[in-house]
């Protein structure tokens, strides 16, 4: 509730919402796991949506628990939902129809706004960065699952990034249709860009932050 004490509207928790519960990892980093757990890293890796931490939760069973959640916000009107980066791609794979080998791997960045928008062909999408400094944790897809691969080769597609909001962010709009995505983008003059793009396409956009490489030490994107 502390990230929602200054919005002044109605509130109210659902356990539901609650983060994934990463068992026996729960606050430790990629690289932790990695160096520790590298059976169970490779096999995370292999299946991403399927796999539950040891005493923990699966992307399969956070959609289960979150169903009845999504079912409340199909009959909402304007709602705002704050939770955790795996909960967000939850909702959003629902609303955006993404099957599930992909839904663990949509970008939800920190500190951003994701507005969407029914409509009558599919949904509108917006992402909207606010001006705080992040660490993007974002963990593509990787190439080679073997349990034995070095830390190096486990870690080498998850780059933690820092934005430093110290320009006006670019406004990304998705729109989901049938023969593709329209893409707009709107920088902070008001000058919109548009293209075309496969609907199943990730889209990376720098939101107008300058980018720099961070060594820092920070919790996984789970």
């Known amino acids: 509730m502390q990230t929602a004490e200054k919005i002044n509207a109605p509130k109210e928790t659902f356990k539901a919402l609650n983060g994934i519960n990463a068992g026996i990892f729960e606050g430790l980093t990629y690289r932790e796991v990695a160096e520790r757990y590298p059976e ?3 096999a995370r890796d292999r299946s991403k949506y399927y796999y539950r931490y040891p005493g923990g939760e699966s992307y399969h069973d956070l959609v289960a628990r979150l169903e009845p959640v999504i079912m409340e916000l199909e009959r909402a009107e304007n709602v705002l939902v704050i939770s955790h980066q795996a909960v967000a791609r939850c909702i959003l794979a ?4 993404k099957d599930p080998e992909c839904l663990p791997y949509i970008k939800v960045p920190l500190h951003t ?19 705080v400094e992040a ?3 974002y963990r593509s897809r990787p190439r080679n699952c073997s349990p034995h691969r070095p830390v190096a080769v486990a870690l080498n597609e998850f780059q933690e990034v820092r934005f430093e909001p110290k320009r006006s962010p670019t406004t990304l709009q998705i729109i ?13 003059k008001g000058n919109r860009t548009k293209r075309l793009d496969s609907i199943f396409g990730d889209i990376t956009l720098n939101n107008g932050f300058p980018m720099a490489n961070d060594s820092n030490k920070q919790q996984s994107d789970i």
Do not use: H, W
């Open 94 to 97: 629902y609303f955006l129809d």
């Open 135 to 137: 660490v993007n944790t």
């Open 40 to 42: 169970e890293f490779a």
């Open 113 to 131: 706004v994701i507005k969407l928008i029914p409509t009558a062909y599919g949904c509108i999408m917006e992402r909207i960065p606010l001006s």
């Open 176 to 188: 989901y249709q049938n023969d593709g995505t329209s893409i707009e983008t709107t920088d902070a």
